[in-house]
């Protein structure tokens, strides 16, 4: 049996919180109508843009079972489920597989530092240890652990390894990936410091995982198409290049608080972040709307500026 592919935007929502920094629900169904008016396919929601380790175990578990809920039949949605240990992530992942997740997406545990072999391992037992559909999150710059292609390919072996999404800076590893021909869908991040997304849709890769889609969906959704033919690759670079500014500045901070503070100020319902984190006010924001702008994107998607 062939592995789940999923082509083209797979966008990262943030989570939005109420006025009393609840886990607001309706505004989720908001975000989640925004995404598949604009041709996004996937959500990954609970990812490092969702704030999950500001989560408490009931709201993780809610976040699931409401949005499952909303879901479009045309779109995936995908959790986050790392954890510390092999054991927590597996009962996140078996609870989402009950809610009828999709699949879901699993980063090294953070904090430990755990060699390349050991990481092998973890995820070998948890893609043993369940039945849903999970993705690999290779992210150095948050875990510290750094998967080579070597590990890599003998886990896509796994049927259960659907998904693999790079964060680091290494074109040479998008290649070695490609050129093997796993049976895995190739994403990556849409950090223009890693810059990943030209070399990775150039070799064939199948899309990005992006936060910028929050804000620009259908220009993420139009800019994470395979390519097909010739006329792509120059559409591809005119919206890349214009869209640079806008990822600059959603990696100008921390992941999430540069894209939920402008999300928030273009008037979308995503409430404020969670402390320890802090908005962005003043010319960092600004620097932000000017973008928007500029881009005319508060036009197109009807924000309203403050």
Known sequence: MSKLRIEGSFVAPVTPFDATGRVDFGAFRALIQHQHEHGTRA???MGSTGEPSLLSAEERRQIIVQTMRMRPSEMAFFYGCTAASAAQVIEHIQFAHASGADGAIVAAPPYICGSEADIEQFYTEVADAVALPIGIYNNPPRVRTDLHWDHLL???RHP???IHKESTARVAQVAQVLAARPDVTVMCCDS???GLVVPTMALGGHGTANMTGNLAP???AALSR???DAQEPR????LYLRLLPLMHFNYSAINPVAVKSLMKACGLPVGT???PLRNLSGPALESGLRIIRELELDKKYGYRLS
Do not use: D, T
């Open 154 to 156: 003998r886990l896509f």
């Open 218 to 220: 259908a220009e993420m």
């Open 226 to 228: 395979p390519w097909r």
């Open 43 to 45: 959500l990954l929601f």
């Open 273 to 275: 972040l969670r402390k």
């Open 160 to 162: 259960n390894i659907v």
């Open 192 to 194: 223009p410091n890693l």
């Open 235 to 238: 559409e591809f670079r005119e």
